[in-house]
């Protein structure tokens, strides 16, 4: 009869093999898609936006893997350059999101007072309001282009990191060793850069990870729409959308940017909920709750 620490033992394989593996998927998928994003186009022999209506709708075959499109555009060569796009535009969005946000956060949560007042009552409106809504409104407001959409996004983003920096913020500047620094007459500046912005480094990367996955379902959905990359530009919400007519006689127009899509998603989630893991208890709860 197997003791009962062996049972417990045994309990925790069983739980920690299935999330390792998760996690491996994440990590693999996620590499995956920035070697293809870095590489990819320059080892394609085709190029994204030239057209030769001769090959147009052709199924997929060894000369085009996976197809090409109703122009006679090779679908394969059209997602690699499609990921280069779609995670640089995520990447520079989430980038403008944490920097906005965790100053924000950073003044806010160790300025305190009135000023900790209004930044917060920002945050909260921001906040009051479904994030895709805003980037509609904002993307048709401004006018569709990339430029306009990477803005639409950022501007919806950064109040989740703005309130997860303040939480954290207010719990640290009571600490013994920022109430030490300021006794030894170090200045606010000395404080927040030594102190208070190393202990939340961590949790604001997961956010970030996390972030990843939603901005670029964001910007596939604007593109869908319209209100973001521009025909003929290799973008795979714009993909989607033009082979939304040809569904019935070409299948893989929009099979193959939508599976992109829901890799490149659940990759970073998976990623980033195994960085979230790895967390305090208490730094995994402030993350759920944005």
């Given at each position: 009869?197997?003791t009962?620490?062996?049972?417990?033992?045994r309990?925790?394989w069983?739980?920690?093999?299935?999330?390792?593996?998760?996690?491996?998927?994440?990590?693999?998928?996620?590499?995956?898609?920035?070697?293809?994003?870095?590489?990819?186009?320059?080892?394609?022999?085709?190029?994204?936006?030239?057209?030769?209506?001769?090959?147009r709708?052709?199924?997929?075959?060894?000369?085009?893997?996976?197809?090409?499109?109703?122009?006679?555009?090779?679908?394969?060569?059209?997602?690699?350059?499609?990921?280069?796009?779609?995670?640089?535009?995520?990447?520079?969005?989430?980038?403008?999101?944490?920097?906005?946000?965790?100053?924000?956060?950073?003044?806010?949560?160790?300025?305190?007072?009135?000023?900790?007042?209004?930044?917060?009552?920002?945050?909260?409106?921001?906040?009051?309001?479904?994030?895709?809504?805003?980037?509609?409104?904002?993307?048709?407001?401004?006018?569709?282009?990339?430029?306009?959409?990477?803005?639409?996004l950022?501007?919806?983003?950064?109040?989740?990191?703005?309130?997860?920096?303040?939480?954290?913020?207010?719990?640290?500047?009571?600490?013994?060793?920022?109430?030490?620094?300021?006794?030894?007459?170090?200045?606010?500046?000395?404080?927040?850069?030594?102190?208070l912005?190393?202990?939340?480094?961590?949790?604001?990367?997961?956010?970030?990870?996390?972030?990843?996955?939603?901005?670029?379902?964001?910007?596939?959905?604007?593109?869908?729409?319209?209100?973001?990359?521009?025909?003929?530009?290799?973008?795979?919400?714009?993909?989607?959308?033009?082979?939304?007519?040809?569904l019935?006689?070409?299948?893989?127009?929009?099979?193959?940017?939508?599976?992109?899509?829901?890799?490149?998603?659940?990759?970073?989630?998976?990623?980033?909920?195994?960085?979230?893991?790895?967390?305090?208890?208490?730094?995994?709860?402030?993350i759920?709750?944005?």
């Amino acid at each position: 009869m197997p003791t009962q620490r062996t049972t417990d033992k045994r309990r925790q394989w069983t739980d920690v093999v299935p999330a390792n593996r998760l996690t491996q998927f994440g990590v693999v998928v996620v590499f995956g898609l920035l070697v293809l994003a870095v590489f990819g186009p320059m080892v394609s022999p085709y190029d994204p936006v030239e057209q030769n209506l001769l090959t147009r709708l052709q199924p997929p075959s060894l000369a085009h893997p996976l197809g090409t499109d109703q122009l006679g555009r090779d679908v394969l060569t059209r997602l690699l350059y499609g990921a280069r796009l779609s995670l640089g535009i995520a990447v520079a969005v989430t980038a403008v999101r944490l920097a906005v946000g965790a100053a924000v956060g950073l003044v806010a949560g160790y300025a305190g007072g009135w000023i900790d007042e209004a930044l917060m009552r920002l945050v909260d409106t921001l906040l009051a309001f479904p994030g895709i809504i805003l980037a509609l409104v904002i993307a048709g407001i401004l006018g569709p282009s990339l430029v306009n959409m990477m803005l639409a996004l950022a501007v919806v983003g950064w109040a989740s990191y703005a309130r997860l920096v303040r939480s954290s913020v207010l719990s640290l500047r009571e600490r013994e060793f920022v109430t030490a620094s300021r006794l030894l007459g170090r200045s606010r500046m000395h404080v927040a850069t030594s102190h208070l912005i190393p202990n939340i480094v961590a949790p604001v990367v997961v956010l970030a990870t996390l972030d990843i996955g939603g901005v670029i379902l964001g910007t596939a959905g604007l593109s869908f729409l319209g209100l973001g990359a521009q025909p003929p530009t290799p973008e795979w919400g714009t993909m989607l959308a033009s082979g939304r007519d040809y569904l019935r006689q070409a299948w893989w127009l929009v099979n193959a940017p939508g599976i992109c899509i829901m890799l490149a998603v659940l990759g970073f989630n998976l990623l980033g909920d195994r960085l979230r893991e790895t967390l305090s208890p208490t730094q995994s709860a402030q993350i759920e709750q944005l």
